[in-house]
């Protein structure tokens, strides 16, 4: 599916289009513009891609049940609280036991909404982690969206691209390592 192809349909249409005709198309196009959102709050609490990758299908499976029974206005703190959760509850069944502060955000959050000061600072740092793609080079901002957000392997980025497999590698990795400066860049100048 082209994403570009929907690119000027906001969250909210594709929400409501989904509510309205149940098509799991509308679903599918939303869901893949937060792939690499999802995989990155996996990968800052699991410390482990193939088990954050695995995560994101689950996040997944887990948004498209809950979206069913609830009526969802900001998809994009919801979907980045769902993944948050998935992933301190990952963490708790992993270890036994959570360390206090993380037990005591978990119960805070497990059964209740997220207070709208909550959902602001999600959409800002959603919108940095966009800012931040657009400011990659072509090579790494191409190679990193066939990788993550369009599932491709190295062979087929390899064949689409025509980049050999070593480039394909270092794009994705070099993307991926630089988009984290930028997001904590940005961060760290939104906080002084």
Known sequence: MKVEKY???TDQELLQNYYSSEDSKWLGILLERYTLLLLGVCMK???????AKDSVQQIFLKAITELKKYKVEYFKSWIY??????????????QGKLPAELNEKLTATADSQPDTSTLWQNDKTLDLM????????????????????QKKSYHEISDQTGYNLLQVKSYIQNGKR????LIERKLKDKAS
Do not use: G, P, W
Request: aromatic letters at 8%; hydrophobic letters at 35%.
């Open 178 to 181: 630089n988009l984290k400066i």
């Open 130 to 149: 966009n800012e931040s793609m657009k400011e990659l080079n072509h090579e790494q901002r191409q190679c990193v969206t066939l990788f993550y957000l």
């Open 45 to 51: 609490y699991l410390k482990n891609e193939e088990e």
């Open 81 to 94: 609280m769902v993944a948050k959760n998935y992933c301190l509850m990952k963490l708790r069944d992993r």
């Open 7 to 9: 690119s000027h349909i």
